[in-house]
């Protein structure tokens, strides 16, 4: 395990859809996770359905105050730095790619192997350590 993504529906980041069970449970794994030593990120789903400005206008993700409150809470809800929490729209009926989703699923993949590469250098460390010891 080099990385993991928790993926959450943002459209369910506010209402009671999480279940006091299952943030305990994010956040146990996520504690859990973080003694390994592997870098986390929170993939927030679904974000065009919280906005209507991101909905006509995916390039607004960032400008949107919704998204940005919903980011925030994600990262509570699993206990990461909203540094950690990336937005993505889904693909699901359109017959055209879209430049805008495209950027931010592509930003999603780029975090998660920057977060690879950094477990993997940590690795390379040890070991280099452990050899000279």
């Not at 065009?48 to 991101?54: A, F, Q, S």
């Not at 729209?89 to 699923?105: F, Q, S």
């Not at 999603?108 to 010891?133: E, F, N, P």
Request: a negative charge.
């Amino acid at each position: 395990m080099h990385c993991v993504a928790f993926v959450l529906d943002a459209s369910k980041v506010f209402i009671t859809s999480y279940s006091k069970g299952t943030i305990s449970l994010l956040q146990q794994l996520r504690h859990h996770i973080s003694h390994l030593g592997v870098h986390q990120v929170v993939l927030l789903t679904h974000v065009d359905k919280i906005c209507k400005e991101t909905e006509s206008d995916t390039s607004e993700v960032y400008n949107s105050k919704v998204i940005r409150e919903t980011m925030l809470k994600a990262a509570e809800l699993v206990g990461l730095s909203p540094s950690s929490v990336v937005p993505v729209r889904n693909y699901w009926c359109e017959l055209e790619l879209d430049l805008a989703t495209d950027v931010l699923l592509l930003r999603a993949m780029d975090l998660l192997l920057q977060y690879t590469h950094l477990y993997y250098r940590g690795q390379q460390r040890d070991t280099h350590k452990d050899q000279l010891d």
